[in-house]
Antibody, heavy 123, light 106 residues
């Protein structure tokens, strides 16, 4: 069974940092892209970032580019999202999702989602 | 960047009704579009990818079509368990934007 377990959320002050983790199991981790998608309270979905499987390519939404870094540790089957210079508008539930394997056009197709971790940016 | 316009923002229909949700992309995105369902208090779920391919395990009353700039998601016969917010997502190129969502009520 595919499982994605996020952790690392919490309360942080503006301009602070936080690192989210997504522990994956139940599939061949190296073969699949992993996305981060966030949802502000009462709002819609916003794609944040992706890291591919295999040769490891990363992409970011404009709203987080230069502030967030996505990475993966294949020995731990875990993807990280390092979030720096956090802003009020980064407050959201952050979901990690399993994207597709192979071609770039499969990466955003999120067929499994974690339960999410809440990040609150507030002074 | 491609703009995704989803409509309506909400709708109310009766059990058994045919329900249609539209997503428009500008400029066009070929068939690089997915649809997700998010029930109240739950995690989103993939329904459709490639504009019209039903994800495994999704009931056949869900269907979708379109290419280029206009896409539709149809619920053939609305059921109580279909109460949810539905999102389209384009993925022709990054950023892979979601539409604003359509809330379906009974």
């Amino acid at each position: 069974e595919v499982q994605l377990l996020e952790s690392g959320g919490g309360l942080v002050q503006p301009w602070g940092s936080l690192r989210l983790s997504c522990a994956a199991s139940g599939f061949t981790f190296n073969n699949y892209a992993i996305n981060w998608v966030r949802q502000a309270p009462g709002k819609g979905l916003e794609w944040v970032s992706v890291i591919s499987g295999g040769y490891v390519k990363t992409y970011y939404a404009d709203s987080v580019k230069g502030r967030f870094i996505i990475s993966r540790d294949t020995s731990k089957n875990t993807v990280y999202l390092q979030m720096d210079s956090l802003r009020d508008e980064d407050t959201a539930v952050y979901y990690c999702t399993r994207g597709g394997s192979g071609t770039y056009y499969n990466w955003p197709i999120s067929d499994h989602w974690g339960q999410g971790t809440l990040v609150t940016v507030s002074s | 960047d491609v703009q995704m316009t989803q409509s309506p923002s909400s709708l109310s229909a009766s059990i058994g009704d045919r329900v249609t949700i539209t997503c428009r992309a500008s400029p066009g995105i070929n068939t690089f579009l997915a649809w997700y369902q998010q029930k109240p208090g739950q995690v989103p779920k993939l329904l459709i990818y490639g504009a019209s391919t039903l994800q495994s395990g999704v009931p056949s009353r869900f269907s979708a079509s379109g290419s280029g700039t206009e896409f539709t998601l149809t619920i053939g016969s609305l059921q109580p368990e279909d109460v949810a917010t539905y999102y389209c997502q384009k993925y022709d190129s990054v950023p892979w934007a979601f539409g604003r969502g359509t809330t379906v009520e009974i």
